[in-house]
């Protein structure tokens, strides 16, 4: 908590997670309060801190959940309580954002607060459509509108005559419900029906979709398309060179909606691997790490240490429970002495490398062979003392089988896997309600828990089209027999 509160009206950017400003997110990670709004990406409310309070304070077509009045009053309250407060908005605070208003509340309360600028949907959206607002060739200018006020008032804020002569691009904001009013407007005041238009939906993200057409023609278009908000639309003949830039939809798994069930602290790397790749992306937890239920046994392991031989770890969550420990413990890493390491896959190799350990034999699979095939490549496994480090509930062939090949054997637990229920993201609600092209599974546990919590036979057969991915040969053993 801070010792005098702030308020930070933070920017989320346009969609794109990876678009937030450092600054913003150094101010998620210490935030006691954030308050966010609809068009925030989820994920990034998992940068806060565990013990930060979250506040939904989105509006969407007329549905506000929590009143501007009562917002603004909630933002003094948090900060006068001594809270580090992040206010989370789409885009930018001060674009069509009511950001101003809210610091003029902060202003009028004597609360200090800072503005973090985000980038907007206005310049955004389209770079991610292949539409540059400006171009040498098309124009100098651009003019960004908002489309909430009715185009058909008497006394409309908008001059549609000067808009309507200018030769600039034109930028709508908030515009889906009244394009055809727009359309009519601009129009009617003497711009070229056959002026290019595309309206850009969730610009940014996995889901982006585009729809093209004239002022003469995109009403209908959008009719018939069923599109909806959130959307950008450009209008201009920028919009011509969409064919040739548009370089975000032709990455190879646009278009793919992909659910990762990884923990939160292991998704993320994967999640970004496809993320590059144009995937969109339901992080849905099935499970957490929490400790072993109990402990004697890593804690006699730990103090016994010199009488093994090998260390074996099976997953990246293994490394980082059993060194958590070891560090509780000691205070010097040469205190692990001549032990020589056996990682189950790539993962569990870099996770044990980011320790600057040497990886001395590292199996490819998760089966009692080719863990002693790897560790037979270094040294016979006769008479060796191993220390199996993996969860608290695991697949018991794998010490009894190397047990029967000679070694001496420990299998301690040094962490447990729990369900996870929390759906902060509403990732899962989503996944519930929209379905997925793939869902990953990296471990047996996490399809039970996956099973446990969605049904899974029943959720394929909501979304048939629905494939599955596996990581290892006891996940899909575990997906085979649901």
């Known amino acids: 908590m801070s010792a005098k509160g702030v308020v930070y009206l933070v920017g989320a950017g346009p969609g794109d997670a990876g678009l937030l400003t450092l600054r913003g997110a150094e101010l998620l990670r210490r935030a006691d309060v954030v308050v966010y709004d609809a068009l925030v990406n989820p994920d990034l409310l998992q940068l806060a801190p565990g013990t930060a309070e979250f506040i939904y304070g989105g509006k969407r077509a007329k549905a506000h959940a929590i009143p501007q009045e009562d917002l603004n009053k909630l933002l003094v309250t948090k900060a006068k309580a001594g809270k580090c407060v992040v206010r989370l908005k789409g885009g930018d605070p001060y674009v069509f954002g009511r950001g101003g208003e809210e610091a003029e509340e902060l202003v009028a309360a004597g609360v200090a607060f800072e503005v973090v600028p985000g980038i907007s949907s206005v310049v955004a959206a389209g770079n991610y459509a292949g539409i540059p607002i400006t171009h040498r060739d098309y124009c100098s200018s651009f003019t960004v509108l908002t489309g909430h006020e009715d185009p058909t008032k008497e006394a409309s804020n908008l001059d549609w005559a000067r808009l309507a002569k200018d030769s600039g691009t034109k930028v709508v904001l908030m515009g889906v419900e009244r394009i055809r009013e727009i359309a009519a407007q601009l129009v009617a005041n003497g711009t070229d029906a056959r002026t290019p238009v595309a309206m850009i939906r969730w610009g940014t993200t996995g889901r982006q979709q585009v729809i093209e057409g004239t002022l003469a023609t995109i009403a209908d278009i959008a009719e018939k398309a069923n599109f909806a908000a959130p959307a950008v639309t450009i209008i201009g003949g920028v919009v011509s060179l969409r064919k040739k830039l548009n370089w975000f939809e032709r ?232």
């Open 251 to 482: 990455r190879p798994l646009f278009g793919q909606r992909v659910v990762v069930t990884r923990t939160r602290e292991q998704a993320s790397q994967l999640s970004s691997r496809l993320i590059e790749r144009g995937a969109e992306v339901l992080e849905v937890p099935t499970i957490k790490i929490v400790p072993p239920s109990d402990r004697q046994s890593l804690v006699e392991a730990l103090a016994g240490l010199g009488e093994y031989d090998w260390l074996v770890f099976t997953s990246p969550n293994g490394v980082t429970a059993f060194f958590d420990y070891f560090f509780k413990a000691h205070n010097d890493l040469r205190d692990i002495g001549n032990l020589r390491f056996s990682a189950v896959g790539p993962a569990t190799a870099a996770k044990l490398r980011e320790l600057h350990l040497h990886v001395d034999a590292m199996p490819e699979q998760y089966v009692a062979k080719a863990v002693a095939k790897a560790i037979t490549d270094c040294e016979s496994v006769e008479n060796l003392r191993l220390l199996l480090l993996r969860a608290e509930v695991a697949n018991p062939d794998l010490p009894k089988q190397l047990a029967e090949m000679g070694a001496i054997v420990d299998d301690v637990a040094v962490y447990r896997t729990v369900p996870e229920t929390e759906d902060l993201t509403g990732s899962a609600a989503r996944l519930e309600e929209e379905g997925a092209d793939w869902i990953t599974f990296a471990s047996s546990s996490a399809v039970e828990n996956f099973h446990a919590r969605f049904d899974l036979p029943k959720h394929l057969s909501k979304f048939p089209k629905t494939r599955l991915l596996s990581i290892g040969p006891e996940t899909s053993k575990a997906l085979t027999v649901l």
